[in-house]
């Protein structure tokens, strides 16, 4: 089993940035991937963007892409969103997650198995 850890959340102004960070402990397959996912109060949780660890083959949602990067640094066993351009609307509690399946790459939250505790991220218009 794996645990994750988020960090990297707080308050920003539309427009600014904030880079989130998910620490994993535990064993982590190079087949593995890590998501990011957030979900903003009476909203279905929402798949972001996820990395796989040996690869670094990566998929976006439709409405970060452009302005969200994921990344991985596999020596520190961290996995990384850096966030730009940030809306009101990306205001939300943002998880981290591990997946071993091979449908990981449709963000979909059922394909994660191992999940963090999560980092609340707000921003202000």
């Known amino acids: 089993q794996v645990q994750l850890v988020e960090s990297g959340g707080g308050s920003v102004q539309a427009g600014g940035s904030l880079r989130l960070s998910c620490a994993a402990s535990?064993?982590?397959?190079?087949?593995?991937?890590i998501g990011w996912f957030r979900q903003a109060p009476v909203k279905e949780r929402e798949g972001v963007a996820v990395?796989?660890?040996?690869?670094?083959?990566?998929y976006y949602a439709g409405s970060v892409k452009g302005r969200f990067t994921i990344s991985r640094d596999n020596a520190k066993s961290t996995v990384y969103l850096l966030m730009n351009s940030l809306k009101s609307e990306d205001t939300a509690m943002y998880y981290c997650?591990?997946?071993?399946?091979?449908?990981?790459?449709?963000?979909?939250?059922?394909?994660?198995?191992?999940w963090g505790q999560g980092t609340q991220v707000t921003v202000s218009s």
């Open positions: 535990g064993y982590i397959a190079s087949s593995d991937w």
């Open positions: 990395i796989e660890i040996g690869s670094g083959v990566i």
């Open positions: 997650a591990r997946s071993r399946s091979f449908r990981a790459w449709s963000l979909e939250p059922a394909e994660f198995g191992d």
